[in-house]
């Protein structure tokens, strides 16, 4: 069976492909390992996210997206490759066609090198779509009709808010705030606090374990080691999910304050069937621990974490690959 049409959640932290027919074939870190002297990529996807933190002087680990754009264009561009030719197999004669995800805030300019950096990996032809339109899809809700839903969907690089009615978004948000920066306020606060190093995986493992947006009364508990930045020895810490939801609430609060300002630019007859309806989360951070309630408590309005929210975009293009000739005279831009 020669895969022609593929789908690909592009995210700045993980990488997921959909294939018609095989559902969901890869879900691989959005990193790839290049060898320093001489520029060659050694390795992509989780192997590549194995070496961080442990490389010598001669290889480097790069996140070629940052904040939901190519950051370099070259890795970027390896990276597809690779994930184009697993897709694919390697018995594959044809060129296959590529739906690919992108944030609402994309400049035509970024949107460009997305599309030349699929074609350049060995795609026919790359139909670029906007994310939140992609996890609606994902989470279900019925895009095409009149009345509006909203939508926040939490990846790694960004934070999306949009109303969607009529198969289009009518007023969005775009925020640079999302997984990889709770990351980063997880080791701010554990090295604030306890004058203790932690690393980027050791972080994102303490998120997945025992994050959440609002303190608990059953506190959930997580060991860790780090270096302590007073003997520079190692060390153990018992971290709660009460201090990690501390430690979030800042960047949280961002996020309640963009959907605060789609609210303030959506059309009151949108609003009106967005209360009765409640907020769609989806994306990676859609997995925190009570992220609907404090999205609820910020906003007042009820609101739900769709159905494996990590994959709603990833979904979301297989619908589009399903009904590709459709999608092509409606949402798909091809540039």
Not at 79 to 94: C, V
Not at 107 to 121: D, I, L, Y
Not at 161 to 188: P, T
Not at 236 to 262: G, H, K, M, R
């Amino acid at each position: 069976m020669f895969t022609r049409k593929i789908g690909i959640d592009l995210g700045t932290a993980n990488t997921i492909v959909f294939v018609p027919s095989k559902g969901f074939i890869i879900n691989e870190p959005t990193i790839v390992a290049l060898s320093l002297p001489d520029n060659t990529v050694l390795a992509v996807g989780r192997e590549a996210k194995d070496m961080i933190g442990r490389t010598p002087d001669s290889i480097s680990a790069y996140r070629p997206l940052k904040d939901g754009v190519i950051a370099d264009y070259y890795i970027t561009k390896a990276m597809l490759k690779y994930f184009i030719a697993k897709a694919t197999g390697s018995m594959n004669m044809f060129s296959p066609e590529v739906v690919i995800s992108v944030p609402a805030g994309i400049t035509s300019t970024e949107k460009r090198a997305v599309m030349n950096a699929a074609k350049e990996a060995g795609a026919k032809e790359a139909y670029i779509v906007k994310e939140p339109i992609l996890a609606a899809l994902g989470a279900g809700v019925p895009i095409n009709q009149y009345s509006g839903n909203m939508i926040i969907n939490i990846g790694g690089g960004t934070s999306e808010v949009a109303v969607v009615a009529l198969g289009g978004i009518v007023a969005w948000s775009s925020l640079r705030v999302a997984g990889n920066k709770f990351d980063q306020a997880i080791m701010d606060y554990v090295k604030k606090k306890y004058s203790l190093f932690i690393g980027e995986q050791t972080a994102e493992t303490v998120k997945i374990e025992i994050g959440s947006a609002l303190p608990m009364k059953e506190k959930l508990e997580f060991q860790l080691r780090g270096r302590d930045l007073v003997s520079g020895l190692p060390r153990d810490l018992v971290l709660t999910s009460n201090e990690i939801a501390e430690a979030l609430n800042p960047y949280l609060l961002d996020i309640a304050a963009s959907v605060q300002s789609v609210f303030n630019n959506t059309p009151p007859e949108l609003v009106a069937d967005i209360m009765g309806k409640g907020i769609v989360i989806s994306g990676g951070g859609g997995n925190l621990r009570h992220i609907d309630e404090f999205f609820k408590r910020m906003t007042g309005v009820q609101c739900f974490v769709a159905e494996e929210p990590l994959f709603c975009v990833a979904k979301g293009t297989g619908l589009i690959l399903n009904h590709l000739d459709v999608y092509k005279r409606t949402l798909l831009n091809k540039r």
